[in-house]
């Protein structure tokens, strides 16, 4: 088969964009905080995983500067070569001082995170066992390994027993689960799935890009939120939505950053981040811990504006955190309910199959701790507008 012809098969996106249903990659002229700009258009920002709205705080952004200024642009390098600075390593102590465990180890995105981990630890004769619902990030990590794959219902923890009871005992097992997922804003039952993995000999894997600084005292995580320090293995986290950065990063013990930085693909061949990352992510780091004002009004205005939802008589699933799926049903519905939002002035992407089921299209809002209550009953009203028009209440 010639090797393009899947290119030139491959019409669905622009046939989409012909009939005005293509809602991605929309080019904005301006993202600052809680308003965004397409082509002269206002927009409500309802779309970022900014929550605690710190990629624009001027303390950031002057670490960020201070850290060019110090060292330029680039580190031209991997970490396993030039790439490494003094300031990636304290880094990573900060991480792993954070979230309670002995080392970290920071790479360049969060995909890049699990890609690496996951495929390094799970080898030949091992089992990688994963929720229905977990990110791609790691089911590719997964599909990246030379082990096997096994995955069980969303947060079905009968059907989790019956998976670890068919998996042989002399076998590896890693099992990975979001923290938060990201489509549904619901939480795993972590209080639960430790206990099932002990009695099967299972490590456990938490990635909880969505958790970072969101959930817990004082945003330490879904670990925290449970009150379950020093009982998972392994810890995954993002820089790249709560911490306002970029990157993701995996703790847990010494020797297991020992062994990823010298055998994680995704680690040893990426350029490393630029100074202004760190320094930038540090800063951030600070700011959660001294500053919990942003924390509590994250909070506020997610209570705030799910109960403003439920009282319009939307559907908002069964979220627990501030990332609010409005279902829609079929695919078209959620498409066609994201472009009705956006010529109101409302950004907030569709999540179609096969993100989710083909009947639960929806929407996701991410509300931040920078929304004005100003903000969200302006969002409110447009919801109610759309919504009456399209019947979804």
């Known amino acids: 088969m010639y090797i393009f012809q899947k290119c030139w098969e491959f019409t669905s996106a622009k046939e989409a964009m012909q009939a005005g249903f293509y809602p991605y990659f929309i080019p ?143 076998k590896g097992k890693l099992l990975v689960v979001d923290g938060l997922f990201s489509m549904g804003g619901d939480i795993a039952p972590l209080d639960q799935i430790l206990p099932i993995c002990k009695r099967y000999n299972t490590r456990v894997m938490v990635d909880d890009a969505h958790g970072d600084g969101v959930l817990g005292k004082d945003g330490r995580g879904i670990v925290d939120h449970f009150g379950l320090e020093g009982r998972v293995d392994i810890d995954m986290g993002t820089l790249s939505k709560a911490f306002g950065c970029l990157g993701g990063y995996i703790a847990g013990r010494k020797e297991l950053r020992d062994y990823l930085i010298n055998t994680a693909r995704s680690f040893i061949y990426t350029t490393a981040h630029p100074p202004s990352v760190p320094a930038a992510a540090m800063e951030a780091i600070r700011m959660i811990q001294d500053e919990p004002q942003h924390l509590r009004q994250l909070w506020e205005n997610t209570l705030y504006f799910k109960k403003g939802m439920g009282d319009l008589g939307f559907d908002i699933g069964h979220s627990q955190t501030p990332i609010t799926p409005v279902m829609a049903g079929e695919s078209r519905a959620a498409v066609e309910l994201s472009r009705q939002l956006f010529e109101e002035g409302l950004f907030a992407k569709p999540i179609v199959f096969p993100l989710v089921a083909k009947d639960k299209a929806r929407v996701r809002i991410n509300v931040t701790a920078q929304h004005m209550k100003e903000d969200l009953d302006e969002a409110l009203v447009i919801f109610e507008r759309v919504g009456k028009r399209m019947k979804l209440i």
């Open 28 to 170: 904005l002229t301006e993202n600052e905080g809680t308003v965004a700009e397409f082509r002269g258009h206002r927009l409500i920002m309802c779309g970022s995983n900014n929550y605690l709205g710190l990629t624009t705080h001027p303390k950031v952004r002057q670490a960020a500067k201070d850290a060019i200024n110090r060292y330029g642009t680039s580190c031209t390098g991997s970490r396993f070569l030039n790439g490494t600075l003094e300031m990636h390593e304290q880094l990573e102590r900060e991480l792993a001082e954070w979230v309670g465990k002995q080392a970290a180890i920071v790479f360049s995105t969060g995909m890049q995170t699990n890609l690496g981990a996951i495929s390094s630890l799970v080898g030949r004769g091992d089992v990688a066992i994963l929720d229905k619902d977990d990110h791609a990030s790691i089911v590719d990590g997964a599909r990246l390994s030379w082990g096997e794959t096994k995955r069980y219902r969303h947060n079905d923890m009968a059907d989790l027993e019956r998976v670890l009871k068919n998996v042989s005992e002399e």
